[in-house]
Every structure is written in structure tokens, then in C-alpha cells.
């Protein structure tokens, strides 16, 4: 009986056609849906092109570079020599400090300057006022970090606008905020306040939009003033908004931002000031010294992604959706 079977379905199959495969089911539908993928295109060959292939330079963090053998597998390979010299460098681990502060300082100070402003135009009932301050707010995004440390140099220098007024209204002694190291990640930490909170608080009053009005109606028969509205039922809404936000800016918590840095550096507060992205171009374009350099580029991307993980798993355990 079981032979008399397999012979009929063999011969069904034979009548019918072999059924596709997963391939085949996957060839046919991006035919369908080609000029979806089309649209895609430009993006995945900027990755491609851009993120992917360049990948191939991270080679050079185990070998002696030498760029005069014309090639990058020409170069001796030292293993992971380079990598234990980033544990070995007095000033590497200063650097890694002077980074892990701005970066700490920038999600402790200006990540939730966001949140606030977001909840403050949410609260706005004017849409004229509401529509206007959000288009003030988030105009110095566009402004490049040449322009915005200009701006801030010109009002903070010796004879700036604000030394001016401290000596001449108030008769205080001028302070050198661009040159005193003490005052180098406060300066830092003011400017991306500046530039960039009032970007982020699009995504928030998106989240907020998306608030069922009928949460604060129930609150307020169950006679919550606006404070409570605000911590019972605004900010549970936009949470796990918060939580996908603040993972991705764990993983950048090594990335400070290179031309900002750069443009605020001076012989003064170097030390205070130098953070690995700086760092990573002194050394291996201004020193040639490009192993070490892509080794401390590796390594921050490693640390990167393990942060990532581990705030995505904290996430979950915590009830939260997280990013995958």
C-alpha cells in the first residue's frame, strides 16, 4: 500500500509540476514587486559602496602598514599587537576617558532636553506659537559645526560679546571659556544642546501625536491635574520611544563627533579635550602611524556594538520592545 501511494504521488507530481522552492517564490515575488526594489537601490549601493566595502581596510589594524608595498596584503601581519597597545597607552586610556565624559555628559544633559521640549510644545495649545518655537528650535540643525563653533567663538572669546559684558557692566575679569580645560566639555555639552535638541523632539511629537486623547480624558474624570496627565499617561506613551533612543545612543557612546571636537581643539585644552575620533586623526593621518589608528577605530566600533546588545537585553527584561 505504501509503494501503491508514493507511484500516485509521483505521478500527481509529474501531471501537476515540481512546487517551487523558497528561491523560486522569492525570485518571482521581487519580479512582481521590482520597482519597489528599484527604489531601494540607491540606498543599498550607498552601504555597498560606502559602509561594506571599505570594511576590507580593517585588515591594516593587524599588520605594519607600510604604504609604500602598494598594497594592503603586502604589509607584515603583527596579530593583535596593535589592539594590546591600546591598553598599553597612557594616553589612549586618557582619551577614552576625556571621550566616555562627553559622551556621558551629552546623554545625561542633552538627550533629555529633548524629552522636555517635546512634552512643553505638546502642551502648547496656540498652533501659530506652537508651529513657529518648534521651527526655532530646530533650525540650528542645519547649521554646519563650522558655523555653530564660529558663532559660539565669537561670543566667547576675550573680547567677545560676553566677556564684554562681564567686564564692562559687571566689572568681573574676563573668563577664558575657550582655553581653560575645565571649561572645554561645558562649552562642548552647551553647543549640542543648541544644535541639536530641538531636531530631536521631532521624533517625540511624533510619539506624542500618536497619544489616544481618550487616556486624558479618563485621567481627568479621575480628576488627575496636568502633572499627573504628564507622568500616568504622556510619558508611558512616548517610553519605549525613550528606550529605543537612548539604545542607540549607547552605541554611540564612543562617537563625540569629529569635526566639533576638532574645531574647538587649541594648544590650550588638548588635553581635556581630545576624544578618540581627534585622536585616531592625529595619529594616523598627521603621525602615519594608520595600524594603531584602525585598531582604536575598530575597537570603538566593538565597543559600540556590545553596549548595543547589552541595552537591548536590559530592555527586554524590563518589559520593553527594544530594537530587535
Known amino acids: 500500500m505504501g509503494d501503491l501511494e508514493r507511484m500516485e504521488q509521483s505521478i500527481a507530481t509529474e501531471r501537476i509540476g515540481t512546487p517551487p522552492g523558497r528561491?523560486?517564490?522569492?525570485?518571482?515575488?521581487?519580479?512582481?514587486?521590482?520597482?519597489?526594489?528599484?527604489?531601494?537601490?540607491?540606498?543599498?549601493?550607498y552601504y555597498i559602496v560606502y559602509r561594506y566595502i571599505p570594511m576590507g581596510g580593517l585588515v591594516i589594524a593587524f599588520q605594519e602598514f607600510n604604504p609604500f608595498h602598494g598594497s594592503i596584503w603586502k604589509n607584515d601581519w603583527v596579530g593583535l599587537k596593535n589592539f594590546?597597545?591600546?591598553?598599553?597607552?597612557?594616553?589612549?586610556?586618557?582619551?577614552?576617558?576625556?571621550?566616555?565624559?562627553?559622551?556621558?555628559?551629552?546623554?545625561?544633559?542633552?538627550?533629555?532636553?529633548?524629552?522636555?521640549?517635546?512634552?512643553?510644545?505638546?502642551?502648547?495649545?496656540?498652533?501659530?506659537?506652537?508651529?513657529?518655537?518648534?521651527?526655532?528650535?530646530?533650525?540650528?540643525?542645519?547649521?554646519?559645526?563650522?558655523?555653530?563653533?564660529?558663532?559660539?567663538?565669537?561670543?566667547?572669546?576675550?573680547?567677545?560679546?560676553?566677556?564684554?559684558?562681564?567686564?564692562?557692566?559687571?566689572?568681573?575679569?574676563?573668563?577664558?571659556?575657550?582655553?581653560?580645560?575645565?571649561?572645554?566639555?561645558?562649552?562642548?555639552?552647551?553647543?549640542?544642546?543648541?544644535?541639536?535638541?530641538?531636531?530631536?523632539?521631532i521624533i517625540f511629537l511624533a510619539a506624542l501625536a500618536g497619544v489616544n486623547p481618550s487616556l486624558y480624558e479618563a485621567a481627568v474624570i479621575d480628576g488627575a491635574n496636568r502633572w499627573r496627565q504628564l507622568w500616568h499617561v504622556t510619558l508611558p506613551a512616548i517610553r519605549s520611544v525613550i528606550v529605543i533612543l537612548f539604545i542607540l545612543r549607547l552605541g554611540n557612546v564612543l562617537d563625540t563627533g569629529f569635526e566639533q571636537i576638532f574645531l574647538m581643539l587649541n594648544p590650550f585644552n588638548t588635553e581635556s579635550g581630545n576624544v578618540l575620533d581627534t585622536y585616531v586623526y592625529f595619529k594616523g593621518i598627521q603621525q602615519g602611524d594608520v595600524s594603531f589608528a584602525t585598531a582604536v577605530g575598530m575597537f570603538k566600533g566593538l565597543v559600540g556594538l556590545v553596549l548595543v546588545v547589552l541595552a537591548n537585553r536590559a530592555a527586554k527584561k524590563f518589559g520593553e520592545e527594544g530594537l530587535y
Open 23 to 45: 528561491w523560486d517564490k522569492l525570485k518571482r515575488r521581487m519580479w512582481r514587486e521590482r520597482y519597489v526594489y528599484m527604489l531601494l537601490l540607491p540606498g543599498v549601493l
Open 84 to 201: 594590546a597597545r591600546i591598553f598599553e597607552d597612557a594616553e589612549v586610556v586618557k582619551v577614552i576617558w576625556n571621550t566616555l565624559q562627553l559622551s556621558f555628559l551629552q546623554i545625561f544633559m542633552a538627550f533629555p532636553i529633548s524629552i522636555v521640549l517635546a512634552i512643553m510644545l505638546n502642551e502648547a495649545r496656540n498652533e501659530a506659537f506652537k508651529r513657529i518655537v518648534q521651527s526655532m528650535v530646530y533650525l540650528p540643525h542645519f547649521l554646519s559645526w563650522v558655523v555653530v563653533v564660529g558663532i559660539f567663538v565669537v561670543f566667547l572669546r576675550g573680547e567677545g560679546l560676553i566677556n564684554t559684558f562681564l567686564v564692562g557692566k559687571l566689572g568681573w575679569e574676563p573668563i577664558p571659556f575657550l582655553t581653560d580645560p575645565a571649561l572645554f566639555k561645558p562649552v562642548v555639552i552647551l553647543q549640542v544642546i543648541w544644535k541639536e535638541s530641538g531636531w530631536g523632539t
